[in-house]
Nanobody, 118 residues
Framework: QVQLVESGGGLVQPGGSLRLSCAAS????????MGWYRQAPGKERELVAR????????NYADSVKGRFTISRDNAKKIVYLQMNSLKPEDTAVYYC???????????WGQGTQVTVSS
């Protein structure tokens, strides 16, 4: 049974930092590129960052480039998203999934809410 469990979100002031974690189980984590996605109210879900299997290549949305860093620990089956210099427009529910994303049951977890506000 596939499970992706996101954590680490919260309320933070503009300019602050958060580190998100995504614990994966039920599939061969080390076989896949992984991604972080986000969905803001009234908007479609978008890709924020992705990382290759070995972690040797990453890509970022232009809106987060230079502020966010994606990483992974294959031994622990965890994907991280370090978010610095947060802006109000980063407010969203953040999810992890394979890249490209898989829509079968379990791959979209509950997400973790990030709210950037003073």
């Amino acid at each position: 049974q596939v499970q992706l469990v996101e954590s680490g979100g919260g309320l933070v002031q503009p300019g602050g930092s958060l580190r998100l974690s995504c614990a994966a189980s039920g599939f061969s984590f080390t076989w896949y590129t992984m991604g972080w996605y986000r969905q803001a109210p009234g908007k479609e879900r978008e890709l924020v960052a992705r990382i290759t299997i070995a972690g040797d290549s990453t890509n970022y949305a232009d809106s987060v480039k230079g502020r966010f860093t994606i990483s992974r620990d294959n031994a622990k089956k965890i994907v991280y998203l370090q978010m610095n210099s947060l802006k109000p427009e980063d407010t969203a529910v953040y999810y992890c999934n394979r890249f490209p994303p898989v829509t079968t049951q379990g791959y979209w977890g509950q997400g973790t809410q990030v709210t950037v506000s003073s």
